[in-house]
């Protein structure tokens, strides 16, 4: 989820009791690998997602696989620890939501000017 969550943040997950947003940051299943990534877009009752630093790989999770969603964000795992997920951090997640589809179709320009 660079760059907007990195090491050594610490996630506060809480269950998801209500439907999630596009922009939420979901916790979930895949494999025997716990994932967080953000929801940007919502089909039926399953979810959309992509890591934020990988617009153009995205999973279609199920309701089941869900474990929570992020509900804060600290800085460390220390006492004195800020809590860092703010307006404009959640702005933020939400910008990156909406526009994964041009930035998956910019990545995907940039693969092909490399390659030539």
Sequence with gaps: ???????????EVAPLTRPANVGDVLVFVQGDVQVAHRVIRRIG???????????WV???VSPADVLG??????????HYARRVDGRVHR????????????????SRIKARIRRS
């Design 69 to 78: 969603y992020v509900e804060a964000v600290w800085e460390d795992a220390s």
């Design 1 to 11: 989820m660079l760059p907007l969550l990195h090491e050594p943040m610490i996630l």
């Design 45 to 55: 009752y399953r979810y959309i997602t992509s890591g934020d630093a990988h617009p």
């Design 58 to 60: 995205l999973e279609n």
């Design 91 to 106: 702005l933020r997640g939400y910008w990156y939501a909406r526009i994964n589809p041009v930035r998956r179709i910019a």
